[in-house]
């Protein structure tokens, strides 16, 4: 299966720390070698680097772990392929645009006969369940609410019951984000951490690398790291328990809704 990273802060921050170890698990500690990307929102605009070659090796990869890029919504993904071959169009972060926003989505799973009807509002490009599900996802919004973005818990709500729907086809563990909160759904196995003050050391699990964040923050600055296994040796990482929908927002969780699918209907 595919890996996560997700991070939400209160402030523009750099990912290079965690990305450094993430990189890694893309063919040199971990097998997911099938392409790997990811996307930054900085305002209102997002940077996306796609790579379907191994992030262990990729030399963009190494473009961005040593270019600090900061923003406040980050989603990477290391893939290894389920559905679809290995390919830029099939690479994941996704991005579409909805309410005049762009909208990053990236997934971690399989979804079996998850064939919905589009349409032609958002249209897959590649051959994955996670495109098709990203699709699907946004026209369902866009046909709940309209032409106008609803409040922050509205939408939470709505996305809770349509992850609900998908998760009733396999796994679905995903990162996604409109460039203001971040969006988590632990179908089978998703961690967090929040940083903030009083500040440590931390140590990278996937490579031997030490950062005092203590002498690169300040004190007011909050970071949520979301990672499919936790990046760090020597950190407290908190288990997101399965089938739960996660709502972070300034580098914090603000509200968790169950997710797992009930007992199919009698027809």
């Known amino acids: ?22 990189q890694a698990r893309g063919g040199a500690t971990d097998v997911h070698s099938d392409g790997w990307g990811i996307a930054f929102f900085e305002g209102k605009g997002t ?25 406040k919504n980050v989603i990477a993904h290391i893939r290894k392929a389920t559905q679809g071959s290995i390919g830029l169009e099939n690479t994941h972060p996704f991005m579409r645009e909805l309410w005049g926003r762009y909208w990053i ?9 998850f064939d919905p009807a589009l349409d032609g509002s958002f249209m897959p490009v590649g051959l ?20 106008c973005a609803p409040e922050h ?11 609900v729907e998908i998760a009733r086809h396999g796994e679905f563990n995903f990162l ?7 969006f988590a759904h632990a179908s089978t196995k998703l961690n967090y951490i929040v940083r903030q003050a009083p500040f440590a050391q931390a140590h990278l699990n996937d ?5 005092d964040f203590n002498a690169v923050t300040n004190p007011e600055d909050r970071v949520a790291v979301i990672a499919t296994q936790p990046l760090t ?12 929908l996660w709502w972070f927002d300034e580098g914090l969780p603000v509200q968790t809704l169950a997710t797992l699918p009930g007992p199919e209907k009698k027809r």
């Open 105 to 113: 989505f990236a997934h971690n799973g399989n979804l079996i006969d």
């Open 47 to 71: 940077r996306i680097f796609l790579d379907p070659q191994p992030s262990c090796s990729s030399p963009i990869a190494e473009l961005v772990r040593a270019y600090p890029i900061r923003s």
């Open 207 to 211: 490579q031997d690398v030490t950062v």
């Open 128 to 147: 994955t369940d996670s495109e098709r599900a990203f699709c699907w996802l946004l026209q369902q919004l866009r046909q709940q609410f309209g032409s």
């Open 233 to 244: 040796d020597n950190e407290c990482w908190q288990n997101m328990p399965a089938g739960t």
């Open 1 to 22: 299966m595919c890996q996560l990273l997700g991070m939400n802060c209160n402030v523009p921050t750099d990912i290079c720390f965690s990305f450094t170890g993430f």
């Open 153 to 163: 818990s509205l939408l939470f709500n709505a996305l809770q019951k349509l992850t």
């Open 176 to 182: 996604l984000s409109q460039g203001d909160s971040l």
